[in-house]
C-alpha cells in the first residue's frame, strides 16, 4: 500500500515529496505483483489502485504547486528586502541633508548674531559716549511743541538722561547756522529742514556723513542719501483742498490745471512762495516748461490771494473766506475736526521732505547720531506721526504714513527737479515772476 506523503517544508521539500513518492510506488507494486499471486479478484483492486494513484499524482501536483509558490514567495522577500534597505539608504540621505541645512542655517543665524552683536556693541559704545555729551542743540522746521511735546519725550523715555535746546525757524535759522558754523561761535549739532533749505548747510561744507546708521534699512532709498550725509524725517505732500459747502463735485479740480479755469477768479489762495517754490518747481518737468509757465499765468489771471501759511491757508477755507487753496497737507492732517474741508486729489504730487543732518563740527556728535538713528527708526517715526505728520516708514501702522494718506492712483514725486532744491532762490524768482500781478 502507498505510504501518505508528508510535506515537511523548507526550500527542498519538494525533493523529498517527489523521493517518499517513488519510494512508495515501488513497494506498491511489489505488493501488487504478490497480490496477483494470491487473489482472483485482481480487476477490483485495479480499480482501487488506479484511484490511489491518481491521489498520489494529484498530491504530487499539489506538492509542486506549493513548493513553486514557496520559491516565488522567496524572490518576492528579497525584492521587498530590496526596496527597504533603498528606503533606509534614502532617509539616510535625507537625514544628511536636514543635517546640512541645518549647519548653513545656523552658520547664518551665527552671522547674524556676530553683525547684531558687533552692531550692538558699537552702538553701546556710542551711547556711552553720549551720556557724557549729554545735552543736544537743534535747530529745525518742525513745530516747537512737535519735537518738544511729543518727540523729544518719547526719546527721553529711551534715554532719560538726554537734554535738548530746539530753535524753530526756516531759511533764516539755516543762515544763522551757516554764519556761526563759519565763524566757529556755538551752533546746531543737528538740523531737521526742509531738503532745499539742507543744501545750504551742504554747500557750506557743514554736513557730516553716517555710514553706520542701522535705521537705513527702514527707510525707501529715495528718502535718504546712501552716504549717509542726510535721511528724511517727514514727507509732506502738495495738494488742493476746497469748501465742500461752496464747491461743487462737478467742478473739484482733477489736474493742476484746472486751477486755472476762470471759474477760480478771485477764488484761489497759496501760502507763501517761499514756502511751496520747490514743489511748484517740481510740477515743472511733468507738465513741460511751456504749459507751467502757462499755467502759473493762469493763476495771476484768476488772481490769486497769498497768505503766511499752509495753516492760514486751511483755515481760510474751513471757515469759507476761500472756496480752494494748494497747500501743504499737513496743516489737514492736523485738523481732521473740519468736516467742511476735503482734499482734491491730482496727479503728480510733490512733496516737501523733511530731513535731518548732523553738523560736520558738531560738540555733541554721539547725541546727534543716537538722535539721528533713533528718529528713522520705527520708534521714532512712530512719534513723528503722533504729531500728526506723515512718516516715511512703510511698515509702520500709522493712519497718516505716506502710503495710507496718499491714494494709490496718485503719483507721488521728489526730486525730479534737483535744481529747485540745489538754487531755490533761482525757482523762487522765476515762480514769482509768472505770479506777478499778485505778489502781495
Given at each position: 500500500m502507498p505510504g501518505r506523503l508528508v510535506d515537511?517544508?523548507?526550500?527542498?521539500?519538494?525533493?523529498?515529496?517527489?523521493?517518499?513518492?517513488i519510494v512508495s510506488i515501488i513497494v506498491?507494486?511489489?505488493?501488487l505483483s504478490l497480490f496477483f499471486q494470491v487473489s482472483d479478484?485482481?480487476?477490483?483492486?485495479?480499480?482501487?489502485?488506479?484511484?490511489?494513484?491518481?491521489?498520489?499524482?494529484?498530491?504530487?501536483?499539489?506538492?509542486?504547486?506549493?513548493?513553486?509558490?514557496?520559491?516565488?514567495?522567496?524572490?518576492?522577500?528579497?525584492?521587498?528586502?530590496?526596496?527597504s534597505m533603498q528606503t533606509q539608504l534614502q532617509s539616510i540621505a535625507d537625514a544628511v541633508k536636514t543635517i546640512d541645512d541645518d549647519v548653513t542655517l545656523m552658520q547664518g543665524r551665527l552671522q547674524e548674531v556676530k553683525e547684531t552683536t558687533d552692531g550692538f556693541l558699537a552702538k553701546e559704545e556710542r551711547i556711552l559716549a553720549a551720556s557724557a555729551e549729554n545735552n543736544l542743540i537743534v535747530y529745525g522746521s518742525l513745530d516747537s511743541t512737535e519735537l518738544l511735546s511729543t518727540i523729544w519725550p518719547r526719546f527721553q523715555a529711551q534715554f532719560p538722561w538726554a537734554q535738548v535746546s530746539y530753535t524753530e525757524g526756516?531759511?533764516?535759522?539755516?543762515?544763522?547756522?551757516?554764519?556761526?558754523?563759519?565763524?566757529?561761535?556755538?551752533?546746531?549739532d543737528l538740523i531737521i529742514v526742509e531738503f532745499s533749505l539742507y543744501h545750504a548747510a551742504q554747500n557750506a561744507g557743514l554736513v557730516a556723513t553716517f555710514l553706520d546708521n542701522?535705521?537705513?534699512?527702514?527707510?525707501?532709498?529715495?528718502?535718504?542719501?546712501?552716504?549717509?550725509?542726510?535721511?528724511?524725517?517727514?514727507?509732506?505732500?502738495?495738494?488742493?483742498?476746497?469748501?465742500?459747502?461752496?464747491?461743487?463735485?462737478?467742478?473739484?479740480?482733477?489736474?493742476?490745471?484746472?486751477?486755472g479755469?476762470?471759474?477760480?477768479?478771485?477764488?484761489?489762495?497759496?501760502?507763501?512762495?517761499?514756502?511751496?517754490?520747490?514743489?511748484?518747481?517740481?510740477?515743472?518737468?511733468t507738465l513741460g516748461k511751456k504749459i507751467w509757465?502757462?499755467?502759473l499765468g493762469q493763476l495771476a489771471t484768476n488772481n490769486i490771494r497769498i497768505v503766511d501759511s499752509s495753516a492760514e491757508a486751511y483755515h481760510e477755507v474751513a471757515e469759507g473766506r476761500a472756496k480752494i487753496a494748494i497747500v501743504l497737507l499737513d496743516p489737514l492732517l492736523r485738523y481732521r475736526e473740519e468736516p467742511d474741508v476735503g482734499i482734491a486729489w491730482v496727479t503728480p504730487a510733490p512733496i516737501s521732505l523733511i530731513v535731518s543732518a548732523i553738523n560736520s563740527?558738531?560738540?555733541?556728535?554721539?547725541?546727534?547720531?543716537?538722535?539721528?538713528?533713533?528718529?528713522?527708526?520705527?520708534?521714532?517715526?512712530?512719534?513723528?506721526?503722533?504729531?500728526g505728520r506723515t512718516p516715511l516708514l512703510l511698515q509702520l501702522d500709522a493712519p497718516t504714513i505716506l502710503q495710507q494718506t496718499v491714494p494709490k492712483d496718485i503719483d507721488v514725486i521728489f526730486n525730479r527737479n534737483p535744481d529747485a532744491y540745489v538754487d531755490p532762490g533761482k525757482w523762487l524768482l522765476i515762480i514769482e515772476d509768472l505770479l506777478d500781478p499778485v505778489k502781495p
Open positions: 515537511q517544508g523548507g526550500p527542498n521539500s519538494g525533493k523529498t515529496v517527489l523521493a517518499l513518492a506498491s507494486s511489489a505488493s479478484t485482481t480487476a477490483e483492486y485495479l480499480d482501487e489502485i488506479d484511484i490511489k494513484l491518481k491521489g498520489l499524482r494529484d498530491e504530487i501536483s499539489a506538492s509542486t504547486a506549493r513548493d513553486s509558490e514557496k520559491m516565488a514567495n522567496l524572490d518576492t522577500e528579497h525584492e521587498l528586502q530590496r526596496i526756516f531759511g533764516p535759522l539755516v543762515d544763522r547756522f551757516v554764519e556761526e558754523a563759519k565763524s566757529g561761535e556755538p551752533t546746531a542701522r535705521s537705513v534699512k527702514f527707510l525707501p532709498e529715495q528718502f535718504r542719501q546712501s552716504d549717509g550725509s542726510w535721511f528724511g524725517v517727514t514727507a509732506v505732500p502738495l495738494v488742493v483742498i476746497y469748501n465742500k459747502q461752496l464747491v461743487g463735485s462737478e467742478d473739484i479740480p482733477k489736474n493742476w490745471l484746472d486751477l479755469k476762470t471759474i477760480w477768479a478771485d477764488s484761489i489762495i497759496i501760502p507763501s512762495i517761499s514756502t511751496v517754490e520747490s514743489q511748484i518747481a517740481e510740477l515743472e518737468p509757465a502757462e499755467w563740527n558738531a560738540v555733541h556728535p554721539n547725541l546727534a547720531r543716537i538722535f539721528q538713528e533713533w528718529i528713522t527708526s520705527p520708534e521714532g517715526q512712530l512719534a513723528v506721526a503722533a504729531t
